[in-house]
């Protein structure tokens, strides 16, 4: 047992969450070691997607599908591989993840994690995984930082369970976590700045001129590269987020997946109060049309994500 007995979590998805937290526990203890365990950053190939992927990122996912499948889970689809595995065919879920999420900052000593999205299971992998987002039974991440914790919702509400190193379990922290309606940070790739589209440029330029501009008060600009570090700090203390479509071949619509990572997030997000959009439209209506189809991605603190869609137009 990884969870404490004593919390909020249902009974159908206690054993799934409980084999995320077991593995999320072994491998907090991976990531801990650094440089003194495995080469944790050492590049071994490309995903289904064409990311580099890092030793890391084969571990992680090796773990979870190797954990999910007593757990309840008919199929896997993990952002490493190319298509959905069957894991048990008496499975009632499927499940969809990102094993590691930000594994670029590996050797950094950043906030890295682990997304996922579990679904109800169909008789085929196409038809569990390729729907309406709104489908979502539960999403969530683990977040590996200086605290290993457990953040989900299941439709009732953002619940949060730290990992207690001294007795090994995921504990609940109750209150759970809510966003801001407003917010005053906003995290952007602004490297990235010559290949925005209009409303994105328009939107930032407003943030920057602050008090003398049309928004009449001061932004600080926050960017991780890290998006499970990324959602955890809005989730703490508002925030908005973008990761826009852009000009550059294969940005076309963004770099994050719909199914592994925006998802997820954005069902999190709107169950603590804030919205989650690809800038003119929310997140959760879309369906997912492949596997690793990528989506622009907008979310955090309320008036902020509306004033982006304002925007757009």
Known sequence: MSLTPLDPIPADLRLILTALC????????VIARGPLGMSMAEAVGENAGGDGQKALDVLADEMFAAALGTAGVRWYASEEQEHAVELNPQGAYALAIDPLDGSSNIDCNVSIGTIFSILPAAATADASFLRVMSDQIAGGYIVFGPQTALVVTWGAGVEQFVLDPETGLFTHIPGGMTIPEDTREYAINASNRRHWPGPVHAYVQALEAGDTGPRTRNYNMRWVAS??????????????FLYPGDARKGYEAGRLRMLYECAPIAFLVEQAGGLATNGPARVLDQAVDRLHMRTPFVFGSVREVEEVGRVWG
């Open 22 to 29: 077991a593995v999320g526990r072994d491998l907090a203890r």
């Open 227 to 240: 998006l499970v570090a990324e959602t955890h700090r809005i989730l703490s203390r508002g925030g908005v």
